[in-house]
């Protein structure tokens, strides 16, 4: 069974960084891809980023393009999320996802594993 844990969650103050880190526990599949995801207050659930096993990466063109990378270590199972210059709007709770089998995707449900979420709150 697969389990995620995200840490690296907290408070920053805008313009700041903050370093998120999923580690994957049971992942064996070789053909998997794990993400983030995040929610706002009273919005739907936004793809972040996505990296497969063997390398290939999407990020959110729209929000953190230019801000935030995604990065993963396979010896470890663990995919992490680098956000720099953090604004306001930025706060929410992060997900991290992984799907175990086809390619990499930005839609929520297709990601078959989730962890429990880690909040990110942003001041001015």
């Known amino acids: 069974q697969v389990q995620l844990v995200e840490s690296g969650g907290g408070l920053a103050q805008a313009g700041g960084s903050l370093r998120l880190s999923c580690l994957a526990s049971g992942l064996t599949s070789s053909s998997n891809t794990m993400a983030w995801f995040r929610q706002a207050p009273g919005k739907e659930r936004r793809f972040v980023g996505a990296l497969t096993h063997t390398g290939d990466s999407a990020i959110d063109t729209d929000f953190v393009k230019g801000r935030f990378t995604i990065s993963r270590d396979n010896g470890k199972n663990t995919v992490h999320l680098q956000m720099d210059g953090l604004k306001p709007e930025d706060t929410a709770i992060y997900y991290c996802?992984?799907?175990?089998?086809?390619?990499?995707?930005?839609?929520?449900?297709?990601?078959?594993?989730w962890g429990q979420g880690t909040q990110v709150t942003v001041s001015s």
């Open positions: 996802a992984a799907k175990t089998s086809g390619q990499l995707t930005m839609t929520s449900r297709s990601y078959n594993y």
